[in-house]
């Protein structure tokens, strides 16, 4: 195909389209298929975003499966964010039901989201969350607490050699981000 | 039309509003070497600071200012504004083109660059200091953490990327439409190959790293979340961005080094380049396969085993190709009638450093072994064998083959040849310790270390200052060449010299080929 008489105008055209194409491919093919590899491949411990619709399957009761909670603060978020209980020992296949504890000791509302990671990362995939408060940000008045509630079902195809599962999560204070975003709107 | 022979314009304007690949060229070269310079005292203090154990010169902070703005200084600024006025130079030389394809965007992609640099520069003096975060700049160091100047470094990124743009087209645009009759591709000198596969690199990859910025920029100042995890973002993902572009990068810098070694060798050889259509097949394997292999500088992310398998044996790969091109460069020597003028000492020089730097790569290239070296001084030592070994010394190699053609006087011999020795010496000196402190865990981008670091890290630092000087004497011998310089008249100044360059007189005049030469049985390469 020829853009132009011209060799050397049909040249720079064509190369002129090939980097602006590249510009575009960071945006519109890097980062999307970054996010759905990662989801759907369970790399970096990612677990799905978006509750799991649970299907009725039988209660693996000859398994036992340890279930771990961790949970961080990232850098300069002064909210207090504990896990109930550090540790479950579940079936695969039932529905579990945990607590997360929340308090911000600051006088001020803020908002925070909890990003959650799944230990072996290949444990990710087989870690499903019916309900959790990392689906939606956290808003809490200042000097007020809340119990925040997580669901989950490990699934029966879970690899047989995974005894145990950490689930580890990270709050980060978003306050400041919401607000440009309304501000902005 | 007016006179077709006259000279070059009087004054600044010369310079200013020049559309001839001979002045832009020498801009770029200057300019290259002006930043070089200045990198390279930036290199001075980090070494000076790392002389002896604990903090004596500089705060930490502005150590950190000081290993980013060099390794940005030295492969924006230096390297690669270098290898594009030699192209500029030598490509319508050696093809037979009068000028490049497209002369006023080739001004335009000069120009640009010494504002870009000086915004680089002026945020040392900025509030909260340069960007500090390294050259690789990761987020969210370079988002959440970053200094306000960020965005002024951001800004610098684009602008160099859209002259890195401009000129890789202008060089494709010249070498597919204005060959002289008769110059097929495989007749093409091997600089010219190795430029033309550069210049694909570039227009593929310079838009991926204007992408990454962008999505900083935008982290930074419009709300979006594109590497910050608490907006659903991932800070992984800028690593691999970035070394999309990244890996492509440093064969952008190396390749046209390929192209300067794949001349100079044969010519003191007294013997055409063994294998030019390896060569030529050879350069292009490498430029595939650097797409296929960024992660290998990321394998302690939290990578697949699977992924981890496919980008070790990947980059394996690419040492078969870079094997093919060290074979025939000694192959070429084999049995040559050899003389070892300066040039052909860097290049030889070269040969050697680099093949320890591709070797200690294919020792990081191992995913379980880099656990180890990872972010280490060994991964220092070894892309400075690379980087400056590799391509610093190819280039000086190139500017002492090419001078006298195009001053048409002759530089100092003992003079070149006590530079390559101090050069060659001092480099030894600085970069062959650092293998070991990194082997003994010695971590990159700190101002300080343990105590049983304390040898080495001063032998380094001597080295340094004596590679320092050295380019002080280099830059001696080239003004002295050009101002009082013994005169050449020889077209070929090198006997063992091919190409069409050597049928230039020395110094070419100011338009050259306005008819293109007609190009006889000779083997181009």
Known sequence: MRLSQDPTIDTVAKLGAVSVAMFAFVFVVMVPLYNVLCDALGINGKTSSEAYISVVSEVDETRSIKVQFIATNNDGMPWAFAPDVTEMVVHPGAANDTVFYAANPTTASMIAQAIPSVSPSRAAEFFHKTECFCFEQQPLDGESEAQMPLQFIVDQDLPADIKTITLSYTLFDVTSLMRDKVASR | ?525
Not at chain 2, 40 to 49: T, V
Not at chain 2, 114 to 121: D, V
Not at chain 2, 187 to 211: D, N, Q, R, S, Y
Not at chain 2, 214 to 231: E, K, N, Q, R, V
């Open chain 2, 1 to 525: 039309m007016g006179d077709h022979h006259h000279g070059p314009a009087k004054g600044l304007s010369r310079w200013l509003y020049t559309t001839n690949h001979k002045d832009i060229g020498t801009m770029y070269l200057w300019f290259s070497f002006a930043m070089f310079l200045l990198g390279g005292a930036f290199a001075m203090i980090i070494r000076a600071e790392l002389f002896q154990p604990g903090m004596q010169l500089v705060e930490p902070g502005f150590f950190n200012q000081m290993t980013t703005l060099h390794g940005l200084i030295m492969v924006f600024g230096a390297i690669m504004p270098s290898f594009v006025g030699l192209a500029n130079w030598l490509i319508p030389m050696m093809i037979g083109a009068p000028d490049m394809a497209l002369p006023r965007m080739n001004n335009w992609s000069f120009w640009i660059l010494p504002p870009a640099f000086l915004m680089l520069a002026s945020t040392l003096l900025m509030e909260g200091g340069a960007p500090a975060f390294g050259w690789t700049f990761y987020a969210p160091l370079s988002t959440t953490y970053a200094p306000p100047s960020v965005t002024f470094f951001i800004f610098a990124i684009h602008i160099l990327g859209v002259s890195s743009i401009m000129g890789s087209i202008n060089i494709i645009a010249t070498v597919m439409n204005m060959r002289a009759p008769g110059m097929s591709y495989m007749k093409m000198p091997l600089f010219v190959w190795t430029w033309l596969i550069t210049a694909f690199l570039l227009v593929a990859v310079m838009p991926v790293l204007a992408g990454a910025v962008t999505m900083m920029l935008m982290d930074i100042h419009f709300g979006t979340s594109f590497f910050s995890a608490a907006g659903g973002g991932d800070p992984v993902l800028f690593q691999h961005i970035f070394w999309f572009f990244g890996h492509p990068e440093v064969y952008i810098i190396i390749l046209p080094a390929f192209g300067v070694i794949s001349q100079i060798i044969p010519a003191f050889s007294r013997k055409p380049l063994f294998g030019y259509a390896s060569m030529v097949y050879a350069t292009a394997a490498i430029a595939f396969l650097s797409f296929i292999v960024w992660a290998h500088h990321m394998y302690t992310v939290g990578m697949p085993l699977a992924g981890e398998l496919f980008f070790m044996y990947a980059t394996m790969l690419i040492a078969v190709p870079t094997g093919v091109k060290v074979f025939n460069w000694v192959t070429t020597m084999w049995r040559g009638a050899m003389t070892f003028e300066t040039p052909m000492l860097f290049s030889i020089g070269f040969l050697v450093l680099f093949t320890i730097g591709g070797f200690t790569g294919l020792m990081l290239s191992i995913a379980p072994a880099d656990f180890q070296y990872h972010d280490t001084y060994f991964v220092v030592a070894h892309f400075h064998y690379v980087m400056v070994a590799g391509a610093v010394f190819s280039m000086t190699a190139a500017i002492y083959f090419w001078l006298p053609k195009w001053t048409g006087r002759m530089y100092n011999e003992t003079m070149g040849k006590v530079h390559f020795w101090v050069s060659f010496i001092g480099f030894n000196i600085t970069f062959f310790p650092q293998h070991f402190v990194g082997l003994a865990g010695m971590p990159r981008r700190i101002p300080d270390y343990a105590l049983q670091f304390a040898d080495f890290n001063m032998m380094s630092s001597i080295g340094a200052f004596i590679y320092g000087a050295s380019q002080l004497l280099f830059l001696y011998n080239v003004i002295a060449a050009i101002t009082s310089g013994k005169r050449v008249t020889d077209e070929k100044i090198w006997d063992g010299a091919e190409g069409l360059e050597w049928t230039l007189p020395s110094p070419p005049p100011y338009h050259t080929f306005e008819v293109p030469p007609t190009i006889e049985e000779q083997p181009a390469h």
